[in-house]
């Protein structure tokens, strides 16, 4: 069964929201808690955070 998909519509500090966050997991959060903490592991998180800054870098998002 495939992962269900869903599209949503963010401002760009949303956006940049989500990718901090995601570096801010892998840096306070230890790697054995990470998926009780979030669901997601390190390189699940690595690989979220990069997908989502390829759409910043796409939309020009300023940081």
Request: hydrophobic share 35%; net charge negative.
């Amino acid at each position: 069964m495939s992962e269900k998909r869903i599209q949503i519509t963010l401002s760009e500090r949303e956006l940049i929201y989500l990718i901090q966050s995601g570096s801010a997991l892998i840096t306070n959060i230890s790697e054995n808690a990470l998926t009780t903490y979030c669901g997601f592991n390190k390189e699940e998180i690595l690989e979220f955070s990069s997908k989502m800054r390829e759409i910043a870098d796409k939309e020009s998002v300023s940081w």
